[in-house]
């Protein structure tokens, strides 16, 4: 008889989008006709920039002739694309890695999921608190938390960073032995930014403790303060304790188009591996669980990489950080206090006179027909907050914000 993982009975309900989902449902069947507006999702919405789809039109024409087509490529991805990778590295970052540590995928998502497949079912988890859902949900399927306590939100087992305002949203390392640490930087909710200092305490706990930290990179690309840290690779010693989830969907606009790549250094150790090991347990995944990202996708990034491709994908980095920056400033002309959307394309707003997260959802889709984020659906230290999301074409961000400027004086 086969039976079901029971772990996945521990999760609490997915709650959080579709409920959004219910509720600007519901308010606009009271209001029918009236147009919502969506500051919501954190999904892009401008076209790709033309050199990237100019390449994945001619992988297209390679693929429709037989002389040139190809099927299957490498499972770790394509040579052409990891060596742009590694490259990319050096020249913007300063970071000197090897071809073989970059394994390319179809997502920063999947493989923060996949990742935990490297690491025993007892190693004691540490995430960032609020966080994004993954982390958590992957790690209570795989067996390393107890049940979740409704009363405080929380999962028995897990240790939660809380990120406040009072830490600037980026916490300091547990004062507790754990195992493997899931920090996301730029942050999604929050869009807080790890500086240097912060990293290296996390990279120094980590070599000290043997511990793993798994580095969600996703909005490097926004980060325009140079001092700023956009590689945990840019901390010495990071290769030994660290690995680095990344995507092209943030960066490129490749939500849809769906590509990733992940970092495994040779150097990467824990308690009881050898130097390589890890590297090659994740090769070894890699080679048996998934057979390659796209072609097609894999020569948009290729493209992505390119000194003109890379410009055109900051400019569209730079429309969404100048949605941000007209989202922000009219949150704070109305005297609320915003945090995040400078280095990063989310503004986690502080609802005013304590209300709840979902409280002050409602009263921005009430009032002003804006969907936001409400920030308790990514923890429970993200109660009372917001996220708004910059994602979105610039005259239905103006829109949305002349909107709440006008109705949401409090
Ligand atoms: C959007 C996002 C990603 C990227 O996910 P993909 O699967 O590559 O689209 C990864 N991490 C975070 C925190 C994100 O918000």
Redesign the pocket.
């Known amino acids: 008889m086969a039976r079901i993982n029971t772990n996945f009975s521990k999760l609490a309900a997915g709650y959080l989008f579709p409920e959004v989902a219910r509720r600007t449902r519901v308010w606009q069947e009271k209001n029918p006709g009236v147009k919502v507006m969506r500051l919501g999702i954190?999904n892009t919405t401008e076209a790709l920039p033309k050199e990237l789809v100019d390449a994945m039109k001619h992988k297209l024409d390679l693929l429709s002739d037989r002389s040139t087509y190809t099927g299957y490529g490498d499972e770790q991805g394509d040579v052409a694309l990891r060596q742009a990778l590694r490259d990319f590295y050096s020249r913007h970052y300063g970071v000197e890695l090897e071809m073989d540590e970059f394994f390319v995928s179809d997502?920063?998502?999947?493989d923060?999921a996949n990742i935990q497949d490297l690491f025993s079912e007892d190693n004691v988890v540490a995430i960032q608190d609020p966080a994004?859902p993954v982390y958590v949900d992957s790690n209570v399927v795989g067996g390393r938390t107890g049940e979740h306590d409704d009363s405080t939100d929380c999962y028995k087992g897990f240790v939660y960073l809380r990120s406040t305002a009072e830490n600037g949203f980026i916490p300091a390392p547990p004062e507790e032995k754990v195992d493997l640490i899931y920090l996301?930087s730029p942050n999604?909710p929050t869009g807080a930014v790890a500086t240097k200092a912060q990293l290296k305490a996390f990279v120094d706990y980590a070599r000290k403790n043997r511990a793993i930290i798994i580095f969600?990179a996703?909005y490097s690309a926004y980060i325009e303060d140079p001092e700023l840290p956009r590689s945990i690779y840019e901390i010495e010693g990071a290769k030994e304790c660290a690995i680095e989830i990344n995507?092209f969907?943030?960066l490129a606009g490749f939500?849809g188009v769906r590509l990733?790549w992940s970092i495994v250094p040779h150097d990467l150790v824990c308690e009881n591996s050898e130097r390589d090991e890890l590297h090659r347990m994740w090769n070894r995944r890699q080679c048996t669980f998934f057979n390659g990202a796209s072609n097609i996708a894999q020569a948009g990034g290729i493209a992505a990489l390119t000194d003109e491709g890379y410009r055109a994908c900051c400019e569209l980095v730079d429309y969404y950080k100048g949605n941000a920056r007209i989202i922000r400033e009219g949150m704070e002309s109305l005297g609320f206090t915003c945090y995040g959307g400078t280095d990063s394309p989310y503004i986690w707003t502080k609802g005013p006179n304590g209300i709840s997260s979902w409280d002050f959802f409602d009263m921005i889709l009430d009032r002003c027909h804006v969907v936001v984020t409400p920030g308790s659906g990514f923890g429970p230290a993200g109660e009372g907050y917001v996220r708004i999301s910059a994602y979105g074409h610039r005259e239905d961000v103006e829109a949305a914000v002349a909107s709440i400027k006008e109705n949401l004086k409090i």
Do not use: E
Not at 107 to 110: C, E, L, V
């Open positions: 954190g997502g920063g998502k999947s923060s994004y996301c999604n969600d996703a995507s969907s943030k939500t990733g």
